[in-house]
């Protein structure tokens, strides 16, 4: 072998050997910071990018998975910062619990737009929530981000898009449990205590379960959570109101489209709703006993009269949402 050949190899030898120790340097780094988050989220800024991704020579030892922050709107309740930021967490720490042996591999980092400005250039994001996959051979014009659509399953959703793009398993999510032990152990110190008092008001028929008004309090609300699509909003966790996008100062309590409702649009229809059927349900139960006929004439007028126009006023924000008119069917003979 020629000196040439043997320098050129001593060289690449150096630089291969560099490359491995910087890039070992890097995943110990990282799992330094990783150990000291609670949930094993790494804070990133516009240096600290650079240094584990923007300067670092592809194939990376490891993959990045970025949740991208902006404090300033997390007042916002439709863009969910907070709560998926949350959700983020619990998938990092699930994935830590699940798979200790791979924690060098996969990163879950965030970036907040206040501190990494430059960041957010950088990777074209212009609109939150945003989630992106930084894979060992990627660039950052390279990366994946995560589906708007897949935002709504939260963790599970986020979880899936690791699995999918990655090839490395998360495991079951692991939620933190909604009562502490100790709060546990209150709580059934209470009812313990409470017991004895219940049974005594049972036998004495003295509960709440044997006042009337509860039970026809029960009913309404039951009926008025049934037509006001309440579920779908608690589904869905649907906002009451938006903001204008073009004028900040004004809110939107009707969204006109068939794919979203807001909670102001189904309280509005379940108290309109509710009206009818608490009306319907005095005329058949209170007004049959009123024994002046005039008096019942003129109440029972007054009530087709209130629930016309509420049905009337239903029927045309169903039209202004969907762009469907619903209109009355006559005989042709009457025509």
């Known amino acids: 072998m020629s000196p040439f050949r043997k320098l050129l190899l001593l060289i690449l030898t150096v630089v291969v050997s560099s490359a491995a120790a910087s890039n070992d340097e890097r995943v110990s780094e990282l799992l330094s910071l990783q150990a000291r988050s609670k949930s094993g989220i790494i804070r990133l800024n516009d240096q600290s990018l650079s240094r584990f991704l923007t300067s670092v020579k592809t194939p990376r030892p490891y993959s990045i998975l970025l949740f991208f922050d902006a404090a300033q709107l997390h007042d916002k309740p439709e863009l969910r910062l907070t709560e998926l930021r949350n959700e983020f967490a619990i998938v990092s720490s699930s994935f830590l619990t699940n798979n200790p042996s791979s924690s060098s591999k996969l990163f879950f980092c965030d970036i907040e737009f206040k501190e990494s400005q430059l960041s957010f250039s950088q990777f074209g994001v212009n609109a939150l929530p945003h989630i992106r996959l930084i894979g060992p051979n990627m660039s950052l014009k390279d990366s994946e981000p995560m589906d708007q659509g897949d935002f709504s399953r939260l963790a599970e959703s986020m979880a899936e898009f690791v699995e999918a793009k990655t090839k490395i398993s998360v495991g079951p999510i692991h939620r933190p449990p909604v009562f502490s032990r100790n709060q546990l152990i209150l709580i059934a110190v209470v009812i313990l205590i409470w017991i004895p008092f219940f049974i005594k008001k049972v036998l004495t028929g003295q509960t709440l379960l044997h006042d009337p008004k509860v039970w026809l309090a029960g009913s309404v609300f039951v009926y008025f959570f049934s037509?006001?699509?309440?579920?779908?909003?608690?589904?869905?966790k649907m906002p009451m109101f938006l903001v204008d996008r073009n004028d900040p100062s004004k809110l939107v309590f009707f969204y006109q489209?068939?794919?979203?409702?807001?909670?102001?649009?189904?309280?509005?229809?379940g108290s309109l709703y509710t009206v009818v059927g608490l009306l319907l349900a005095f005329v058949t139960h209170g007004l049959v006993r009123v024994r002046n006929v005039s008096v019942q004439r003129v109440v029972m007028i007054f009530a087709l009269l209130v629930s016309f126009l509420a049905v009337k006023q239903v029927v045309h924000l169903d039209n202004w949402k969907t762009g469907y008119g619903i209109h009355g069917f006559w005989p042709s003979s009457w025509n």
């Open 227 to 236: 037509v006001s699509g309440a579920m779908h909003n608690i589904i869905r």
């Open 257 to 269: 489209g068939s794919g979203m409702q807001l909670g102001a649009e189904g309280f509005a229809v």
